[in-house]
């Protein structure tokens, strides 16, 4: 599947990178302009997520002609090597859809919190644009210097955003997720100056060509998917997860489980397939972790007495069925490999939507009875129908049931497994959905409670239901319309 | 001529009637009403198009690819157009009687959103072409169905609803496994392209036995086949337009559906005999049939009673097709529309006794005859129907099974059959003799539980039109058996052209 990441061959052309640059850098200069700004408003956040949207769609346009493309920057003596293919545009454009969704969410949500921090308001476009600009470098990069680059600022972003709440619980769960997310990067570096010092190169399609089996090549891989998987939340390394969501903001919460962990991950499969592409046992072992990912987060998710905690374990439940994509790509025939990669991206995609449009409804859930915990949600299905509307349509695609992406995505990996005969998989795959069933209709079967008592609640404003119901929609009937999509993952490979 | 519009029109009357109504207010209870029952006709009248245009042998499959090697894909054939016509029928008229039944209670808007969402379901896996899309719209109905089995929202009807949950979801998970293993093993598969896994050759066989099981167990949850079938006597805490759908047309009717289509037109009766699973599937029936009718006996309420006499009436449905022969087929197929008109009769009798007199046990049916004339008329009809007496619907079944019996040459399913037909009298006859001949509060004994005088007539005149049309239809379709276009004349049809071995 390497030849599916698009790293070969090097085709320089610089009116394409224009667009490029403005698509890095266009959240940067929005994040400053809103950090002074500070709009209390939806419309103006709108109209200003509209140009990077426009700015995508240009690069689209410029990209979509052609399997994709590959070059090299030179800045003094450092080299840095990006490309761009089918896989970067759709995760760049589910990273601007999310991202949107949540600067959307926010004034509303900061307007309705009784416990705002008016301070925290004005860092957080700044660091929103920050959080966007270097998801998207991430997803472009393919040498271990800018995916480092972008994987740091990223991290201390998102720490950055987590404690913008400015209570004691969210400054401990931010710091105690700072203190990780620097273990985990200096895991990542060492085993990226292990690779510099064997090989002396740091571009991933020079060090495919250059590697050879040894104990140093498997201790530097060992490190890298170590800190990686750590930041990513893969079972067991997932302890920190739960407590983050707790006290940070809705939006965040969306954002960090729709992108950020999926973007460590991105980076190892990638690492994963370039540097071992047949280390089939360790890849079994990663399949290990995933069938306890999801059978643990399951359980736990199930289990949780507050509805963000029920978000927080389903993610770790979730990241498990990601996970299974090692074990289904490296050291696999290309039948099974072909259909695990299109299940793996669409997993990942439909995650990230119906993930962000859970926390937002949820969001409107929490805001609206002052509850934080499930069984708080008593007979919320007369008061508040749109949030569940949305809420319901998200949980579909986490199950995984038709027509919904999640179902698309399911089926996919479900063939694969059945294909390749990796029956282990298979039973995952089946037990996670029914665990994902379990914990998400006991939210249900709370909300259809008619003889709950009335509590005091306000309903919150039109606004916010919209942009969970529009997130929750994309997720629900996008699975249906893959085709497209499908065929860009696919084209990737084509032209090397 | 392809017109691949019109099943999706069929399709869009009832699934973008859900959002219309899920966007009107709570309150405005006059215009849902005209929403549904416009969108109602509307699909009875586009589906009486597709019935017209199917028999001038016009063209409407519609697909597309969704991932590779699985499609997206509807197609009309006599089969599903059977079930799509019952689908439409019946929508009409339990739309009717739900705006009757729940006037004034709450949660009206959720309830008749996820209804019609349910009916899209249906009709969507009546039209589907393949496997695939048949799944799609198979977990759509458990999903559309959940918010209608807990609507009362008490603890018991969220048990029921878990109970629901746990049993269908299972069963939807089989059943995609299954699929997912065909697909690996032989690609997409259209309904009707028998050919392909027979061409597999006899090495196949052993895992073509295996799929088998699997689908079936997926498919025999919603089926209620014993021993898949506790979900079903619990869900009756639904209302009782609910009840009557889902043991109607919707959730049994589309695990039985489901196996025809399995047996018929994916592995192909001759495939399935040549396995040696038809026998499996006699004994099946046979014992849920058996099973079903002694566990209805024991029922005291009379809901449960009717829901244990589905499970076993729905398995003369796979009694019939597991007979390898015309007279069974056409048994079985026929099975599916008759059931559906008459149970529906019975459950709309039920929900009216609970309405207007409040009973919801046996023994306080005490004389509602007199009191209740039109209802127990109607309910009478649908027992005798249901015990197989002509000319009532029941009896083309019985008698074409007893042929089909005949002719393959298993006399025993003869004794099966006149076991059950003595068991249905059993459970049915007490309740007759109660309505008709026993003196209760009518006659100035006692008092009805919870009286209301709902109408000018016995009843709200929307609880009774309903009752009454299908109470007609349930005879109309025994007595002009052999006219065209009568579900015999298309089970007839379906069996001869399509499905002989």
């Known amino acids: ?496 | 001529m392809s017109q691949p519009w019109l099943p999706l029109f069929i399709l869009a009357t009832s699934l973008l009637v859900a959002p219309l109504i899920f966007v009107l207010p709570e309150r405005a209870w006059r215009a849902r009403a005209v929403v549904n029952l416009s969108a109602a006709v509307l699909k009875l009248v586009l589906v009486a198009l597709l019935v017209w245009g199917f028999y001038q042998g016009r063209d409407y499959s519609f697909g597309f690819t969704v991932v590779d090697g699985a499609a997206f894909f509807l197609q009309v054939d006599a089969l599903g157009l059977m079930f799509a016509g019952l689908s439409a029928l019946l929508w009409l008229a339990t739309t009717v009687y739900a705006i009757g039944y729940l006037e004034d209670s709450p949660n009206r808007k959720r309830f008749f959103g996820f209804f019609s969402l349910c009916i899209a379901s249906t009709v969507g896996i009546a039209l589907a072409g393949n496997l695939f899309t048949f799944l799609l719209f198979y977990e759509l109905l458990t999903l559309a169905t959940y918010p209608l089995v807990v609507h009362r929202g008490h603890d018991k009807a969220l048990q029921a609803g878990t109970i629901y949950l746990r049993y269908t979801l299972s069963g939807g998970l089989v059943l995609l496994l299954g699929v997912v293993a065909l697909h690996a093993l032989v690609g997409d598969i259209a309904f009707g392209q028998r050919e392909r896994l027979a061409d597999l050759g006899p090495e196949a066989h052993p895992m073509l036995t295996v799929l088998f099981l699997v689908l079936l167990l997926g498919l025999g949850v919603k089926a209620a086949l014993v021993p898949l079938h506790g979900w079903l006597p619990r869900a009756m805490v639904a209302p009782a337009p609910v009840s009557a759908l889902l043991h109607a047309v919707a959730v049994v009717k589309a695990g039985a559906f489901g196996i025809v289509r399995l047996v018929y037109d994916v592995y192909g009766i001759s495939l399935v005999h040549e396995l040696g699973l038809l026998m499996l599937l006699s004994v099946i029936a046979t014992v849920t049939i058996l099973y079903g009718s002694v566990k209805a006996l024991s029922q005291q309420e009379l809901k449960p009673r009717l829901a244990y006499s589905t499970v076993s009436q729905v398995s003369y449905i796979v009694l019939g097709i597991s007979l390898f022969g015309p007279f069974g087929t056409i048994a079985g197929l026929v099975h599916l529309m008759h059931q559906g008109l008459m149970k529906v009769t019975l459950f709309y009798c039920a929900g009216n006794y609970a309405e207007e007199l409040g009973i919801h046990r046996i023994d306080e049916l005490d004389g509602a005859g007199r009191r209740m004339p039109m209802t127990s008329l109607a309910f009478t009809v649908g027992a005798l129907g249901m015990i197989g007496l002509p000319p009532v619907a029941g009896f083309i079944t019985k008698w074409y099974l007893g042929m089909g019996a005949v002719q393959a040459g298993m006399s025993w399913v003869i004794v099966v059959l006149m076991a059950s037909s003595l068991l249905n009298a059993a459970y049915f006859l007490p309740i007759l003799h109660r309505l008709w001949f026993r003196h209760g509060p009518a006659h100035g004994h006692g008092n009805w539980p919870e009286e209301r005088n709902l109408g000018r007539f016995e009843t709200s005149a929307w609880l009774l039109l309903p009752t009454a049309a299908t109470t007609l239809f349930s005879i109309l379709v025994g007595l002009l058996a052999g006219m065209t276009f009568s579900p015999l004349d298309l089970a007839t049809f379906v069996a001869t052209e399509e499905y002989l071995p």
């Open chain 1, 1 to 496: 599947m390497i030849e599916r990441l698009g790293l070969s061959p090097l085709t320089i052309q610089a009116e394409s990178m224009v667009a490029v640059w403005v698509v890095l850098g266009l959240p940067l200069l929005l994040g400053a302009v809103g950090g002074l700004v500070r709009p209390a408003r939806g419309w103006p956040v709108a109209m200003a997520g509209l140009l990077p949207l426009l700015a995508l769609a240009w690069l689209w346009r410029d990209v979509d002609s052609e399997a994709g493309r590959s070059w090299m920057i030179e800045i003094g003596s450092l080299a840095l090597y990006w490309r761009i293919n089918g896989l970067t545009l759709i995760l760049i454009a589910l990273t601007y859809l999310i991202g949107l969704a949540s600067a959307l969410y926010t004034p509303a949500y900061l307007r309705e919190d009784p416990q705002r921090e008016p301070r925290g308001q004005a860092w957080f476009w700044p660091l929103l644009g920050i959080l966007i600009s270097s998801l998207s470098l991430i997803w472009l990069a393919v040498d271990l210097l800018s995916l480092y680059f972008g994987l740091e600022l990223m991290g201390l972003s998102a720490v950055g955003l987590m404690l913008l709440t400015g209570k004691v619980d969210a400054l401990v769960a931010g710091l105690r997720y700072l203190l990780l997310a620097l273990v985990g990067s200096l895991a990542f570096l060492l085993g990226v100056s292990l690779l510099l010092g064997a090989w002396g190169r740091l571009d991933l399609a020079g060090l495919a060509r250059a590697v050879e089996p040894g104990a140093p090549l498997w201790v530097a891989v060992a490190l890298l998917s170590a800190g990686l998987l750590l930041k990513a939340a893969a079972f067991p390394l997932h302890a920190w997860l739960a407590p983050v969501h707790a006290s940070a903001w809705i939006p965040i919460s969306a954002l960090h489980a729709g992108l950020v962990v999926k973007a460590s991950f991105f980076i190892a499969l990638q690492l994963w397939l370039v540097l071992v592409p047949e280390a089939t046992v360790a890849a079994w072992a990663i399949g290990g972790m995933a069938g306890a990912a999801v059978i643990w987060g399951g359980v736990m998710a199930w289990r949780a007495a507050k509805l963000k905690d029920v978000l927080a374990w389903s993610t770790v439940s979730q990241l498990g069925y990601l996970l299974l994509a090692f074990p289904l790509l490296i050291g696999t025939d290309s039948a099974v490999a072909a259909l695990a990669w299109e299940g793996t991206w669409l997993q990942l995609a439909a995650h990230g939507l119906a993930k962000a449009a859970m926390f937002l409804a949820a969001g409107n859930l929490i805001l609206a009875t002052g509850e934080i915990r499930v069984a708080g949600l008593a007979g919320a299905s007369r008061r508040f129908p749109l949030s569940l509307l949305s809420f319901g349509m998200a949980a579909i695609s986490l199950v995984g049931l038709p027509p919904s992406m999640g179902f698309t995505a399911k089926w996919l990996l479900l063939h694969a497994a059945l294909t390749g005969g990796h029956w282990p998989w298979l039973a995952v795959l089946g037990i996670g959905t029914l665990l994902s069933a379990a914990y998400v209709f006991r939210v249900f079967r709370y909300s259809f409670i008619e003889d709950a008592p009335e509590y005091e609640f306000h309903p919150v404003p039109w606004g916010m239901d919209a942009i969970a119901l529009l997130l929750a929609l994309s997720a629900l009937l996008l699975g249906l319309a893959m085709e497209g999509p499908l065929d860009l993952l696919r084209g990737a490979g084509e032209g090397s």
